[in-house]
Each structure stands twice: as C-alpha cells, then as structure tokens.
C-alpha cells in the first residue's frame, strides 16, 4: 500500500511539473496553424506586384519568425515531458528561443512603423519634418534594442555558468523593454490613428456618404482593436513579472503577445 501510495506520488509530481511546458505546447499550436493558412493566403491572393513590396517581403519574414518561434517552443517544453530523462536542452536553442521570444515584438513593432511612414513618405517628406515624425519611434526602439542586448547577454552568462536559467522575476532590463513597448505601440499607433482621424475629417466635408469615409472609418476602428490589444498585454506583462514568479504565465503573455503583434500587420 505504501509502494502504491510512493509511485501515486512521484507520478502527481510528475504531472505537476511538466504541465506548464503542457499547456505552453497546446496554447501556441492554434497560433501556429493559424499563421500557415494565413502565409498560403498570403501567396495565393497576391500580384507579383505585391509580393514585390517592401512590405509584403517583411510580413512574409514576420510571419517565418512567429513560426521558428513556435517551433522552438514546441521543442524546448514539449521535450520536458517526452524525454524528461533526457540531457539538459543545449544553450544555443535556449538562447535563440529567448531572442526570437522577447526580439521578435521589435521587429514586429518595426514594420507597424511603416503605417505612419504612408503619411509621410521618404521622398517627397522633407528632412527636417521626418526626422520629428521618426525621432520618438526611432529613439524608442534604440532604447528597448539596449534593454534586449543587455537581458540576453545576462541570460547566456547566466546559462553558461548557473545552467537553465527561466526565473525572469522583476528582471529590470526586461520590465524596461516592455515598458518601452508601451510607449512605442501608443506612439505609433496613436499618430497614425490621428492622421487617420484627420483624413477622415476632411474628405466627410465634402463626401459625407461616400465609400472612401466608410472605408477610413472602418480602418480606425479595426486599427484602434489593434492598439488596445497589445497595450493591454505589455501591461498585463509587466503586472506579471513584477508580483508573480510564474513561469507559465509569463512565457504564454509573452507568446500571445507577440502572434497579436504579428497579426497587426495585416
């Protein structure tokens, strides 16, 4: 009864442990699905004209670097529970898990920048006016690029010399980072969407029922859904890592967050 009671308990142990990396594996494989179909679509519905754009280059990119990673995710917490005996997962998928994990809302972000740039286009903007439009952005993810740099050169150290390393818990440089997200997304999002406002206004004076005003107005709402959300969760981020040492709730905000981050660019 005792050696029953012995293998129960190493078994509940078992599942205990190894239900974060579970549930991290199921929660971002729709996410991934969700990204193909949107990658084949992507192919099927566009000119060659289109897929010559800069931007459709660089969604097409963004939507690769959600789907490494997803794989990395599925590899490193899918293997804790398939092979838990198995040797200690290598440094370098580690470290590249938390480089596309924390790296990728930057690119992410950076793209998004090229909705404000549609107002001011490069050659035909003069100089002094770009540079006040682009110097908070610019500046902005300077700063979160300082922060990431410095947490992943933290984390290898950290690695190489301590072994696994996931305890982020009021971690400066990456509270830093999310917090300079916030600045950034409202920024960019809230400039566009007042040109977007602005634009609005001016073509309602004079065609108050036309399809062009729906359609502008349309496109402010779906872009205001898209800078709720990912304020929301940095907020919701950075709430996380500084009252909770939980591993899976911090690492699930942070993957939603950056699928809704790559899902805004469409």
């Known amino acids: 009864m005792s050696e029953s009671s012995e293998i129960q308990a190493i078994i509940t142990e078992f599942v205990d442990a190894t239900r974060p990396q579970y549930v991290l594996v199921i929660a971002v494989v729709p996410f991934c699905g969700c990204l193909l179909t949107l990658l084949a679509v992507l192919f099927a519905f566009s000119t060659p004209e289109l897929r010559s754009l800069l931007v459709f280059k660089l969604n097409v ?3 690769l670097v959600a789907l490494v ?3 990395l995710n599925g590899y490193l917490n899918g293997s804790s529970f398939l ?3 198995a040797p200690e ?3 370098s998928i580690c470290f590249t898990f938390a480089l596309f994990a924390l790296g990728s809302p930057l690119f992410y972000d950076s793209i998004l920048l090229l909705r404000v740039l549609a107002f001011y286009p490069i ?8 540079a006040k439009v682009l110097a908070v952005p610019i500046l902005v993810k300077c ?3 300082v922060c990431l740099s410095l947490f992943l050169h933290g984390y290898y150290v950290s690695y190489a010399t301590h072994g696994p390393v996931t305890d982020w818990f009021r971690n400066p440089f990456v509270t830093c980072e999310w917090a300079l997200q916030v600045i950034d997304n409202t920024y960019s999002c809230g400039f566009f969407l007042y040109k977007l406002h602005a634009h609005d206004s001016k073509i309602s004076k004079f065609r108050s029922g036309s399809t062009m005003v729906h359609l502008i107005r349309n ?3 779906i872009s205001c859904a898209n800078f709720v959300f990912p304020v929301l969760f940095n907020i919701a981020q950075i709430v996380c890592i500084t009252i909770e040492r939980s591993y899976l709730t911090t690492i699930l905000l ?3 967050n950056g699928y809704q981050r790559n899902k805004d660019n469409y």
């Open 89 to 91: 997962t290598p440094l």
């Open 83 to 85: 092979e838990p005996f």
């Open 219 to 221: 496109i402010f709402l």
């Open 254 to 256: 942070l993957l939603i």
């Open 143 to 145: 700063g979160r690029l």
């Open 61 to 63: 990119i963004a939507i």
């Open 123 to 130: 050659r035909s903007t003069p100089l002094p006016l770009l």
């Open 69 to 71: 990673t997803g794989i």
